[in-house]
């Protein structure tokens, strides 16, 4: 799975973007680079469970 993580984050971000830039044409294509963020499921899901041990 981790090998299709970086994929994902892609298409994701690729998508973000143009539904930023070129859907609501609310910013341009730098700007929207610059704050699309990504958190998968699994990372967040990693981060809860050592947090919750302590």
């Known amino acids: 799975e981790p090998e299709f993580q970086e994929s994902v ?3 994701h ?3 973000c973007i143009d ?4 859907e609501l044409k609310v910013s341009n294509e730098k ?4 704050r ?3 958190v ?3 990372e967040t899901l990693q981060a809860r469970i050592e947090e ?3």
């Not at 539904?19 to 070129?22: E, N």
């Not at 700007?31 to 610059?34: D, I, L, V, Y």
């Open 9 to 11: 984050k892609s298409q």
């Open 13 to 15: 971000t690729e998508r």
């Open 19 to 22: 539904f930023l830039t070129k």
């Open 31 to 34: 700007e929207a680079a610059e």
């Open 36 to 38: 699309v963020f990504f």
């Open 40 to 42: 998968s499921a699994r």
């Open 52 to 54: 919750s041990k302590g």
